[in-house]
Structures are given as structure tokens and as C-alpha cells.
């Protein structure tokens, strides 16, 4: 199968995924009376959904990373794969939220996005932004041919990358940081006033680091194909 065609399996299979997780988003916040994530109580304790829930979280990322490795032919595709599939199943999480509930209302509404290791808050608008990082560079790395001389992650946009990841983590959990040793009751109680927009948008930055070097790389090279390359 040509590297487009699985682009475009792999997108179907993310927008799939997608549908499901809105849908079941939905059915427990309405069970719970949370459509809108942001009000007080946040995170009331109500049989075995907080466990469930973390082993959804994590589930999910074993499924996004299985289709990677499953549509890639080496590991830079794999990763590439994983990575598109990741930005465009979050993007569209939200999109079929407002088409069932009709929420999010806005992009500067908070959302509940994480709860591995600590719980993440955000505006919606963040998450879609570094989706839309993601689904760029696993474009970039799974269509687009490289010489084997120029197919190794150039370190430097790598380490900027994790940096601003990093950063970005620390921004989404700041309030649920400033309380974790004071047990599960508080954290669940955690409700953001501020997001730090100045660090996110520095965090933002330094995460672009391998989709602004992976294009010129691309631009410089052998251009736009499927990958004939093992070394790609």
C-alpha cells in the first residue's frame, strides 16, 4: 500500500477512534453532570470511574501507538504514524463534542485534558494547537522521501522538542502541581484561574523545533513520495 493510502487509513482509524471518545466522554459527563468540565466539583468520586478512567487514558495511547507501529515500515514512520493519528484524533475529539453536546461553546474554554500522572487543565485551544504541531510533522515524516545521509532525528530540534513538551506539561498541571502533596481529595478540587499563555506559546515554539527542520529538510531533499527507503 502507498504511504498516502495509509495516511489516509490511519487518519480514518484516528477519526474513528475519535467518534468513540467523544461518545463516551459525553455519556459518563452527562451521568455525572460535567458536560462542562469547569465548574466546582470537578472531580467527584462516584464508584470506580476515577480507576476506569485511568486505565482509559492509558489504553488509548497503547491503541494510537499500535496503529503506528502496525501502518510504519521502519521506526521514523511508525512514529510518524502514531504521531498523525494522535494530533487528529484530538482535534476531532473536540469537533464531535460540539457536534453532540454542543460543547466547547469557545476555544478559551477550560477542559479537563489529562489525568496521567496529575490532573492537566487547559483551554481547548492549547491541546488543538500542539495537535496541529503533531498531525504537520507525522505528515512530513511518513510522506516525504529522505536521503539515508540525512534520515537520522537531528538532535537539536529533538531536545528542543522534549523541552517544550516538558514545559508545556508543567503549564497544563501548575494549579494540580501546587497541591499534590496534599492528597487525592484536593486534587480533585483543583479548578485553574490563569493559563500562562507566555510560557505555553514559548513551549509551543520549541515543540515546532522538528516540523520547522523536518520541512527543510524535505525542502532540500528528494521531495514529496512514497518511501522506498528502509533508512528514511
Not at 479537563?112 to 512530513?140: C, E, Q, R
Request: charged content about 15%; proline content about 6%.
Amino acid at each position: 500500500m502507498k504511504e498516502e493510502h495509509k495516511l489516509m487509513v490511519v487518519g480514518a482509524y484516528a477519526a474513528g477512534m475519535a467518534w468513540v471518545e467523544s461518545a463516551l466522554v459525553y455519556y459518563v459527563r452527562t451521568m455525572i453532570g460535567r458536560i462542562d468540565p469547569y465548574q466546582p466539583h470537578p472531580l467527584p468520586e462516584i464508584g470506580g470511574f476515577g480507576p476506569a478512567e485511568l486505565v482509559r487514558e492509558a489504553a488509548t495511547l497503547v491503541m494510537l501507538l499500535t496503529v503506528g507501529v502496525l501502518a510504519g515500515r521502519n521506526w521514523r514512520s511508525r512514529l510518524g504514524y502514531a504521531v498523525f493519528a494522535f494530533g487528529v484524533w484530538d482535534i476531532l475529539y473536540y469537533v464531535f463534542l460540539r457536534v453532540m453536546c454542543d460543547w466547547p461553546q469557545s476555544l478559551l474554554d477550560w477542559d479537563l485534558l489529562f489525568l496521567i500522572p496529575l490532573p492537566w487543565w487547559g483551554p481547548v485551544l492549547a491541546p488543538v494547537l500542539i495537535a496541529f504541531l503533531m498531525v504537520l510533522w507525522g505528515v512530513l515524516a511518513t510522506q516525504f522521501e529522505e536521503s539515508p545521509r540525512l534520515a537520522s532525528m537531528p538532535w537539536k530540534s529533538t531536545l528542543l522538542s522534549v523541552l517544550g513538551a516538558g514545559l508545556a506539561l508543567g503549564v497544563f498541571m501548575a494549579d494540580s502541581l501546587k497541591v499534590a502533596d496534599q492528597g487525592v481529595e484536593v486534587l480533585r478540587e483543583v479548578l485553574p484561574r490563569r493559563f500562562e499563555w507566555p510560557l505555553f506559546s514559548l513551549a509551543l515554539l520549541l515543540m515546532a523545533a522538528p516540523v520547522v527542520s523536518r520541512g527543510r529538510r524535505v525542502r532540500g531533499g528528494s521531495g514529496c513520495g512514497s518511501q522506498g527507503s528502509e533508512a528514511a
